[in-house]
């Protein structure tokens, strides 16, 4: 089983958004070279010109302090309804949205992309359901084609905590996997999250990875406790209390028939006087513990 350690850039949202300054402190500060770049950090949305000229930088930053990109993500302010969208001419400004998000990640090199799988309003959850989830599904296939002629290896999606929100049960996010499967260019594949806790009967996470770990080369990983998702670090403190370890989550893995994934920190601090100032220390022993396990 191969394993690479790496870290979702969602920790440098509005705090340490220069490329110049993130990838100093993911290669110095937490010795990694693996990032999961963020939309928030440069989002499609914005005009061309500024987008070229952040590319540039941010290519200049990795090759600087030899960093890879290995994929690209929807994040905070991304968190939208986006291909699931009850709006048509919106769910086909977020298709081209992800369109230019995939030319971005191939600047970059990366190799996979994702989000949630598309979030349902409320009203599209009671009374549309069928016809807004079948046209997330045939979004993300038109969207593997196009990531296929981009030169990516698959697309991700994230299962969530919600109904809504979609595959908060394992045989759910086995389904809507299968279901873009059925026609694509490059695999649907899983972002597994340890600490989303879905529907009452699989907020335990390790059955998770036992059951689903085969299917996600990428695994977000954070500290939390049974029934939240807390984003909390790896510190001393948050471990005594903490469901995740390294040992288990690593034994899990095997038992899913894993052969290769990238462990994603995805850490988060709330802007507060107690943890505000400790983010990249928090970040470094999370770091430090987890290398026990990933060389």
């Given at each position: ?47 061309e ?40 001419q ?15 990640g ?13 979030i ?95 299917y ?51 850490i ?24 026990k396990?990933?060389?």
């Amino acid at each position: 089983m191969k394993l690479k350690l790496g870290t979702n850039l969602g920790f440098a949202i509005n705090r340490y958004i220069e490329p110049e300054i993130w990838a100093k402190i993911v290669a110095r500060d937490l010795g990694l070279n693996s990032v999961q770049f963020v939309a928030d950090l440069l989002n499609p949305f914005l005009p061309e010109d500024y987008i070229n000229k952040m590319t540039e930088r941010i290519i200049d930053s990795l090759n600087k302090y030899n960093i890879k990109i290995d994929s690209m993500f929807t994040s905070a302010y991304t968190r939208v309804n986006h291909l699931m969208h009850p709006d048509k001419q919106a769910r086909e400004i977020w298709l081209d949205w992800f369109k230019k998000f995939i030319d971005m990640g191939q600047k970059f090199g990366a190799k996979t992309l994702g989000s949630h799988f598309g979030i349902l309003t409320f009203d599209g959850f009671e009374n549309n359901y069928d016809f807004l989830v079948e046209e997330g599904v045939k979004n993300w296939q038109k969207l593997s084609f196009y990531a296929k002629d981009a030169g990516y290896d698959a697309l991700i999606f994230e299962p969530m905590s919600v109904p809504r929100e979609m595959a908060h049960t394992i045989p759910e996010a086995i389904e809507l996997m299968d279901r873009v499967n059925a026609d694509c260019g490059v695999p649907m594949r899983l972002c597994l999250d340890v600490g989303h806790a879905p529907h009452p009967d699989y907020r335990d996470p390790y059955p998770w990875v036992e059951k689903l770990g085969k299917y996600s080369p990428i695994i977000h990983i954070q500290q939390t406790v049974l029934h939240k998702s807390n984003h909390a670090p790896f510190t001393e403190e948050h471990n005594k209390t903490g469901i995740i370890s390294g040992e288990k989550l690593i034994e899990a893995m095997k038992k899913s028939g894993l052969d290769e994934t990238i462990l994603m920190f995805e850490i988060g601090h709330r802007e507060h006087y107690d943890t505000e100032f400790k983010i990249i220390e928090d970040l470094k022993e999370s770091a430090d513990y987890w290398k026990k396990w990933v060389k």
